[in-house]
């Protein structure tokens, strides 16, 4: 997607070697017109998917994830990291290896928000090692729900995230893949689509 290319161009901080800020514009500080296209694209890649549920994972999937949700008019979950009184009765549960943050968390979602009836959309901001995405396809799983795609906004091509997924079968869209980013230099692979 060009213009979040562009963006990416223009205001993203490479940290390190192999992790990119954005809190420009998705992170912290978010721009809703721009999410709003990026929610336009996951629906013209997902439309005929008869979606019934948007997964995400808290915080930062939360606000692309609901702006994408109102293109398919279906609700948002999001898996929870911490433990909370509200999440009353039965969860299914997964556990997640976070490499920005260096630890496993777990990620849990309520029973009565997903069920063997659903057919599932992923949608995260990233895409690294792919360790988020595959904990919110377990617990698709554990609710013999149907994951019918993944729909990322930047894919860190130079992970292994992306090869692990699509060799699963998964169906992967990512709005801007990074080839690489060494020495600050970001480059982008070829839109697929
Ligand atoms: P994965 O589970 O694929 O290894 O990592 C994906 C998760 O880690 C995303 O939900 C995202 O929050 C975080 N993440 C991974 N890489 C980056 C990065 O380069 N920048 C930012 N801001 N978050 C990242």
Redesign the pocket.
């Known amino acids: 997607m060009e213009l979040l290319k562009q963006r990416i161009q223009r205001d993203g901080k490479v940290i390190g070697k192999?992790?990119?800020?954005?809190d420009s514009f998705l992170?912290h500080q978010i721009d809703v017109q721009l999410l709003n296209e990026m929610g336009k694209e996951f629906k013209r890649m997902f439309k005929d998917e008869k979606i019934t549920k948007i997964l995400t994972?808290e915080a930062?999937?939360i606000g692309i994830s609901c702006i994408t949700a109102q293109y398919f008019g279906v609700p948002v979950i999001f898996a929870k990291k911490t433990e909370s009184k509200n999440l009353d009765g039965e969860t299914y549960e997964s556990e997640?290896y976070?490499?920005?943050r260096g630890k496993t968390y777990k990620i849990r979602v309520s029973k009565r928000y997903i069920g063997p009836e659903d057919r599932v959309l992923i949608i995260?901001?990233?895409?690294?090692?792919?360790?988020?995405?595959l904990g919110l396809k377990d617990i698709i799983g554990k609710a013999n729900a149907l994951l019918v795609g993944v729909g990322i906004v930047i894919e860190?091509g130079f992970q292994e995230?992306g090869k692990i997924l699509r060799s699963q079968g998964i169906r992967i869209h990512s709005l801007a893949i990074i080839k690489s980013m060494d020495s600050g230099k970001i480059e982008f692979e070829e839109d697929e689509f």
């Open positions: 192999d992790i990119l800020k954005v992170n994972v930062s999937g997640v976070s490499f920005t995260d901001d990233f895409l690294a090692n792919g360790k988020a995405v860190k995230g």
